[in-house]
Each structure stands twice: as C-alpha cells, then as structure tokens.
C-alpha cells in the first residue's frame, strides 16, 4: 500500500515529476519538521501544511527548467526551498546539472550540507553573503521568499556576468509590483500561475536589460 503522504504529492506528476521522487521530497520534508525545533527553517505556522506551501510549491517550478542546463543558482536558498527541491528531481531525472546554494547563515549552510550529502546531490553549498559576490555564472537563477523583485533585478543585472533564465515566485501583488520594475527594466517573461496559491504567479525572465 502507498504511503498516503506520498500520494499527496501526485499534482506534480502532470510536471513531469515521477512518482519515484516523491518518497525523497518526503524524506526532505520531515528533516526541515525536524531540524526546525532547533534552528528556524521554515515558520513554525506553516509546518502542517508544509508539504503545499513549501515542497509542492517549490516543485513546481520544474517544468520551466529546461535539462541541458548546466548550474543552477538559488541565490537565498535558505532551508533549501526551492533549491534542495529541485537538485532531489533533477537527480531522479537523471540529470547533470549543479546546483550552486548561496546561504550567508551558518547553520542553515550547515543544514543545506547534510541534505545534500544524505540525497547524494550535485549541490554546492556557499555560504556567503550574494550581495557581496561578483562576477557571477548560472544558466539559470531562482528565488524563492528572498527578496522583492526590484532588489532581485539588480542584484542579478549587477553580480552576474552570465546568465539565461531567472525564475522567481511573486505573491498576491505580483502584478503590479511587475507592472512598476517594467519602468526601469527591459526584459522577456513567461507566467505560469501557481498551483498552491491562486493569488501567485512563477515569472521566468530572459533577456533582462536596464532601460
């Protein structure tokens, strides 16, 4: 018989998530329950829905990810949402890709190196402060509850030198907030609405220029 808590995490089969995943993201899950009595991961509120509003709604970004992609950079990773998510699926898809973890907090940079040893993940985790790092690489940036879009704009345009994609969450005011950085900034994008909160959007950007 299935486990019903991995069965909770069939929404993601339509991204192309297989069911062999699921158990791991489970397994991530119940660590980041657990590691949160003694460091602050996630909120202690969200702990019984955390398998919507943290795995599944960092899953979820998947589908935009395209596979021959070489590094991935999450550039507050945190307790690893959604970095730690998606190197767990791309590791199941059997994929090459790295994945860069930026986390200037020691214990989380501690924690994010116990998952990703235990899951046997292409993960590097640097424990630094992203603001202060230039000249940076990634075929694709993500971001997830880090910063507002217009800080993330120009910490990305400012520190990277190379990058392809960046795909972000924006939450309930999403559309204005994107409507106002159009003002200040030049850029491709794609929507995708959320599939754990109809009030968020995922944009992915190309071709992020200042005007």
């Known amino acids: 018989m299935i486990d019903s808590n991995i069965l909770n995490y069939s929404c993601l089969e339509p991204l192309n998530v297989s ?3 699921f158990p ?3 397994e991530f899950r119940k660590i980041i329950i657990e590691k949160n009595k003694s460091i602050n991961l996630i909120s202690r509120q969200t702990e019984q829905i955390s398998k919507e509003r943290h795995i599944i709604d960092s899953a979820q970004i998947v589908d ?4 021959n992609r070489d590094i991935c950079t999450d550039i507050g990773s945190g307790s690893g949402l959604p970095g730690i998510v998606l190197a767990i699926i791309m590791k199941h898809k059997k994929s090459e890709m790295k994945f860069k973890l930026y ?4 214990h989380k940079s501690n924690f994010l190196k116990e998952v990703s040893n235990k899951f046997n993940l292409n993960v590097e985790v640097l424990q630094r402060d992203i603001f202060e790092e230039k000249n940076l690489s990634s075929d694709i940036i993500v971001a997830r509850a880090f910063k507002p879009l217009p800080v993330i704009l120009n910490l990305v ?4 030198n190379f990058f392809k994609e960046v795909i972000l969450f924006l939450g309930k005011n999403g559309k204005e907030i994107l409507q106002d950085v159009l003002k200040e900034w030049k850029f491709e994008y794609d929507e995708k609405k959320s599939i754990t909160n109809s009030d968020s959007t995922i944009l992915k950007i190309k071709n992020l220029k200042k005007i």
Not at 64 to 67: K, N
Not at 103 to 106: L, M, N, Q
Not at 157 to 160: A, D, P, R, S, V
Request: charged share 40%.
């Open 19 to 21: 069911r062999e995943t």
């Open 103 to 106: 986390e200037k907090s020691f």
């Open 24 to 26: 791991d993201l489970e």
């Open 64 to 67: 935009l990810i395209e596979l």
């Open 157 to 160: 345009h400012n520190n990277f």
